[in-house]
């Protein structure tokens, strides 16, 4: 009941665990891993945020 069918679809469920994302003065969206702070990746093909990703405030 708690399940998400269909299983085996590859999709994710749920939220994107130890990432967020915060928007650059630019107004793209850059991703960072929140165990060593680093950034990893910046949307830059458009201005939409990251999907499942957690904003920062």
Same mark, same amino acid.
């Given at each position: ?12 469920n749920?939220a994107v665990?130890?990432r967020?994302?915060? +928007?650059?003065?630019?107004?793209n969206y850059?991703? &960072?891993n929140?165990?060593?702070? &680093?950034?990893?990746?910046? +949307? ?9 990703? &957690?904003?920062?405030?």
């Amino acid at each position: 009941m708690a399940t998400n069918p269909p299983k085996g679809d590859n999709h994710r469920n749920g939220a994107v665990k130890s990432r967020s994302q915060t +928007k650059t003065p630019s107004g793209n969206y850059v991703k &960072r891993n929140t165990d060593t702070g &680093r950034f990893m990746d910046v +949307k830059t093909t458009d201005k939409t945020p990251f999907k499942g990703v &957690r904003k920062e405030k």
